[in-house]
């Protein structure tokens, strides 16, 4: 009789259970329902195949919507950290390489070919000045004004009013309605974008507010002038053209690490290039506010705030400023004063020997960078930089 009543017992618990574990089944489905998964009708005959492991099944309905409601330009099964999402970085990676080459490269193409107009033109003064009389003058008030004003420039501030000015043009295309599609796709940088590489370097004189063209072009103006007289003309445009790239990189980096994924433009990593080159070369330079002209600091001391400031804004995801470019471009200017300069510029000797034959048949050495020719030892073949000065 005991036992009996314990095998009845022990049945409805069992009922109880498989009861229990039905409802909460139907729950699951229901909850399933509510995310908005189907419910998948179970065939008899086809649960012995249900219960063996396989590859899951999605219907084209479920596929479509997924395409639709996805981020179009990053896969879902990679999340930012994982290796998939950083092999999205190799082309970036690959841009980064080969313009920072091309730009030094042109730069000291420009500075040879730039030399040797001078020595030319030297010599063409000195046989033919009498024709400087013939030359037609130029009429009108505002065009001496104008021709007056560009001649007493500086050498840096010659080049920095050309950048402002392309900075300037891009940013009136912002304001232009037609544009905006293109603006976004070219001139704002964005790791989840399809189009990785050109907005690296667009991207560097694109700027949306007026008061962010205003102060970075304020700060690129008050430190060209010093960077120019370190660098020389040709090798400060090598420098802060491949400073917009890496910056932007290193932006890319920080965002994939982070999954931070947010566009962003402007000129502010590769200015930081130019003022950490100068803070670093000139440390006991004064430096003052723009709105706070009465406080005065060393640049050492400037520069050291710039990247305790931009870490913190990298490790506690600041949102105000792109810090990660701010911080590429600085440690990038640094760096390059105390080896860039000694492995890049200083060994463009075989490089500028090679265009020299190109650009004269083959024939005998006897241009800039040879000793033979102009400029001598000083050309832009030879370790000195020439006359537009060295770091």
């Known amino acids: 009789m005991a036992w009996r009543s314990f095998s009845v017992l022990l049945r409805l618990t069992t009922e109880d259970v498989l009861r229990s574990s039905g409802r909460a089944d139907r729950g699951h489905v229901s909850l399933q329902q509510r995310r908005g998964f189907k419910k998948v009708v179970r065939k008899p005959e086809s649960r012995k195949a249900e219960e063996e492991p396989g590859p899951s099944r999605v219907s084209p309905s479920d596929a479509v919507a997924h395409r639709r409601t996805s981020t179009p330009h990053l896969d879902h099964h990679a999340p930012p950290g994982s290796p998939r999402a950083f092999s999205r970085l190799i082309r970036p990676l690959v841009f980064t390489v080969g313009f920072t080459g091309c730009s030094f490269g042109s730069a000291a193409i420009w500075q040879y070919e730039s030399l040797k107009s001078r020595v030319q033109s030297y010599f063409n003064n000195l046989r033919a000045a009498w024709l400087e009389n013939l030359r037609p003058q130029k009429h009108g008030d505002f065009r001496k004004e104008i021709n007056q004003w560009w001649n007493s420039l500086s050498e840096g501030h010659r080049m920095v009013t050309g950048i402002i000015a392309a900075n300037a ?40 507010s007026f008061l962010h063209l205003f102060a970075n072009m304020w700060v690129l103006w008050s430190f060209s002038n010093s960077a120019t007289v370190m660098l020389g003309r040709e090798q400060f445009l090598a420098v802060y053209l491949s400073a917009g790239v890496i910056s932007t990189f290193v932006s890319y980096v920080a965002k994939m690490a982070t999954g931070r994924l947010r566009p962003s433009l402007g000129a502010s990593g590769a200015i930081m290039t130019i003022v950490a080159i100068v803070c670093t070369k000139l440390p006991e330079a004064k430096l003052s506010i723009i709105f706070l002209p009465m406080i005065t600091f060393t640049a050492a001391n400037a520069l050291t705030a710039i990247l305790a400031m931009d870490t913190a804004g990298v490790v506690l995801g600041w949102k105000l400023f792109d810090h990660a470019a701010h911080l590429g471009g600085a440690m990038f200017g640094i760096w390059y004063v105390h080896y860039g300069h000694e492995l890049i510029w200083k060994k463009r000797e075989p490089f500028v020997k090679l265009w020299h034959d190109l650009r004269t048949g083959g024939g005998p050495s006897s241009g800039p960078g040879n000793g033979g020719g102009p400029g001598g030892g000083d050309g832009p073949g030879s370790d000195g930089g020439g006359p537009s000065g060295s770091v």
């Open 169 to 208: 043009i891009v940013f009136c295309c912002w304001r232009v309605p037609r544009l905006q599609r293109s603006m976004m796709k070219y001139f704002m940088a964005n790791p989840a974008s399809k189009t990785l590489c050109s907005p690296m370097i667009f991207s560097t004189f694109s700027h949306f």
